[in-house]
T-cell receptor, first 111, second 114 residues
Framework: LAKTTQPISMDSYEGQEVNITCSHNNIATNDYITWYQQFPSQGPRFIIQGYKTKVTNEVASLFIPADRKSSTLSLPRVSLSDTAVYYCLVAMDNYGQNFVFGPGTRLSVLP | NAGVTQTPKFQVLKTGQSMTLQCAQDMNHEYMSWYRQDPGMGLRLIHYSVGAGITDQGEVPNGYNVSRSTTEDFPLRLLSAAPSQTSVYFC?????????????FGPGTRLTVT
């Protein structure tokens, strides 16, 4: 499984845009990139997934360069409620569908 | 829909005891899995199932058994609890379709083994 590397922690202020970059140098051709969010004492929650270029939904954007060796999760105008741990995962094709969760990035949004 | 439910929410066991953590989903998902999360760490896959009657081991399967007799239920059994199994356990489910990685997680079971 492709290993991912992300910053351990980040701080931001309310209203700012936050970009969290994930490195996945040995990503395979069939791998998709998926991001999850986890609040304390809760299970992770799916945010967004993508294969290449840019994906946007109502919560976030995901930017993936052409070589796919990294990806950036962008959270527009964060609020205090966005304080959480964010996990970048690289998933195999659907039969295995097994994720490897790293320690994630602990985002703290300050007032 | 209730989504993914887990019981109990909290459990304290003595070393050597056995117990079963329950997980159920009402979304007709084929894929179900169990993870454990130790303090300050990411989730580690224990066992998973791609459908009723099919299970397989994940990264950390030792000390745990699973079975999948129905699509809805995926219980995790601790055979002989050890302090190293103190953790938060999450169950997850998803559709088993190509390139869809949206897993739905339950609220977790916090287990302490003394």
């Amino acid at each position: 499984l492709a290993k991912t590397t992300q910053p351990i922690s980040m701080d931001s202020y309310e209203g700012q845009e936050v970009n969290i970059t994930c490195s996945h140098n040995n990503i395979a051709t069939n791998d998709y990139i998926t991001w999850y969010q986890q609040f304390p004492s809760q299970g992770p929650r799916f945010i967004i997934q993508g294969y290449k270029t840019k994906v946007t939904n109502e919560v976030a954007s995901l930017f993936i360069p052409a070589d796919r060796k990294s990806s950036t999760l962008s959270l527009p105008r964060v609020s205090l409620s966005d304080t959480a741990v964010y996990y970048c995962l690289v998933a195999m094709d659907n039969y295995g569908q097994n994720f490897v969760f790293g320690p994630g990035t602990r985002l703290s949004v300050l007032p | 829909n209730a989504g993914v439910t887990q019981t109990p929410k909290f459990q304290v066991l003595k070393t050597g005891q056995s117990m079963t953590l329950q997980c159920a989903q009402d979304m007709n998902h084929e894929y179900m899995s169990w993870y454990r999360q130790d303090p300050g760490m990411g989730l580690r896959l224990i066992h998973y199932s791609v459908g009723a009657g099919i299970t397989d081991q994940g990264e950390v399967p030792n000390g745990y058994n699973v079975s999948r007799s129905t699509t809805e239920d995926f219980p995790l059994r601790l055979l002989s609890a050890a302090p190293s199994q103190t953790s938060v356990y999450f169950c997850a489910s998803s559709f088993h379709r190509d390139y869809s990685y949206e897993q739905y997680f339950g609220p977790g079971t916090r287990l302490t083994v003394t």
